[in-house]
């Protein structure tokens, strides 16, 4: 005799339980290899620079939690997406009140690809839209070209697109009225498999495949874009926008988790100032003599002279 099965109504508030923190993404890393725990908490904790504090929690199969007590946080990490770890890629969604962890789809991502050979004339907010209908992407509500925000001019379209992780990667199409080839390239690419196109793992770890010729190859690294250099806007020193925007500044220069920091140009204060001196002092303490170098011993030059001999010109070394 099989037990009852029971259908149970619970009180579900539309703010959420109290018990339970209500501003929560859940990431999942696409992988063939479990990451390093203690590396995937360095690497946030590290790149997100949030205004309020967040927590890491780690599940299984490769997913992770991550609380937050700010909605401006949540909405900032989601709209700097991609994120990447170690070469792979992160995709994040919310936990929504009225969904189980069961029912969240990992299986798209938001990207910002470049269209790469369109005419001036193709170039325009509509036709951003139609390419990535027909190409099989969604755009993301938010926005999806960049020149209305940073009035840069590209000789490409700039789109900002959501993409079905579970389909190989889309390299271009033809434009009808000339046949011109048109290329897709996509920025902060994480590692993807060059044999079936598809994002999750390398061309050693394809299972659709099972020899392959290297010179056959149908997706490449010419798929990766370069991410383009914007003049930043930087606020009144010392204003509340200025640090929230400093902050977006640090996060988009090093958003692809584990890059570099940017370059940036040194600081010099003004000579004979105070702060020159107390600058001064504090590279003597902390260097010393051992930038000291040596002078070589090298035989001394003397350059050559005329000398006025008897009213003759002669050289002499």
């Known amino acids: 005799m099989h037990p009852p099965v029971h259908t149970i109504t619970l009180d579900a508030g539309s703010e959420g339980s109290s018990d339970y923190p209500s501003l929560i993404l859940v990431g999942k890393i696409w992988s063939t290899k479990t990451p390093n725990w203690q590396g995937v908490q360095n690497i946030i904790n590290k790149a997100w620079k949030t205004r309020a504090k967040f927590t890491i929690s780690r599940w299984n199969n490769g997913y992770y939690a991550f609380s937050f007590e ?69 755009i993301e509500p938010e926005t999806n070209t960049s020149f209305e925000a940073n009035k ?34 996509y920025e902060r690419l994480s590692d993807f498999c060059y044999a079936c196109g598809r994002i999750g793992h390398t061309l050693n770890k394809c299972k659709e495949v099972e020899a392959v010729d290297v010179a056959k ?37 090093g958003s692809y988790l584990g890059a570099e ?20 002092e504090k590279m003597a303490t902390e260097f010393g003599s051992s930038l000291r ?22 050289w002499s070394s």
């Not at 189980?100 to 050979?117: A, K, M, N, R």
Request: proline letters at 8%; aromatic letters at 8%; glycine letters at 4%.
């Open 261 to 280: 920091s940017p370059l940036l140009k040194p600081h010099f204060p003004p000579r004979d100032s105070e702060e020159s001196s107390s600058l001064l």
């Open 217 to 253: 190859l149908e997706f490449g690294s010419y798929l990766r874009a370069e991410t383009p250099l914007l003049e930043p806007h930087f606020p009144p020193r010392d204003s509340v926008e200025s640090s929230s925007s400093s902050e977006k500044v640090a996060m988009e220069s």
């Open 152 to 185: 840069t001019i590209t000789s490409y379209l700039r789109l900002r697109v959501r993409i079905d992780i579970t389909k190989p990667l889309n390299k271009g199409f033809f434009l009808k009225r000339s046949d011109l080839w048109v290329r897709i390239q």
């Open 293 to 314: 170098v040596e002078t070589p011993l090298l035989e001394p030059h003397f350059p050559l002279a005329r000398v006025h001999r008897r009213k003759k010109w002669i």
């Open 70 to 138: 700010l909605e401006e946080d949540v909405t900032k990490i989601l709209a700097q997406a991609p994120w990447s770890i170690s070469g792979n890629l992160l995709v994040l969604t919310r936990w929504d009140q009225d969904k189980s962890v069961e029912e969240l789809d990992f299986t798209s991502s938001p990207f910002w690809i470049q269209v790469h050979g369109l005419p001036l004339s193709c170039m325009s907010r509509k036709n951003g839209g139609a390419i990535a209908r027909i190409m099989g992407f969604s």
